[in-house]
């Protein structure tokens, strides 16, 4: 018996639900955020001038600070 359920929307009318323990499903956020600060470090890097850019630095709690949201 799972005790999360995680459901990615994959397109309009589909999904993929996956029944995870509740240590798996820590673990697949983990990576998830751990991409996303990769991510978001990489773009930073570039904005700043490329590769020898410099990143801006994380917040105390190890995830990537997203900044304020401005639509476009």
């Known amino acids: 018996m799972a005790d999360v359920s ?3 929307a994959m397109t309009n009318d589909s999904e993929v639900v996956l029944n ?5 499903a820590l673990r697949l956020m983990e990576a ?3 991409k996303v600060g990769e991510t978001l470090a990489e773009r ?3 904005a700043v001038g490329g590769v020898g850019g410099v ?3 994380a917040p105390s ?4 600070s997203l900044g304020p949201y401005t639509p476009s």
Do not use: C, D, E, K
């Open 6 to 8: 995680v459901r990615f």
């Open 32 to 34: 998830i955020a751990r």
């Open 20 to 24: 995870l323990s509740l240590p798996q």
């Open 44 to 46: 930073s890097t570039q």
């Open 61 to 64: 709690n190890g995830m990537p």
């Open 55 to 57: 990143p801006t630095s």
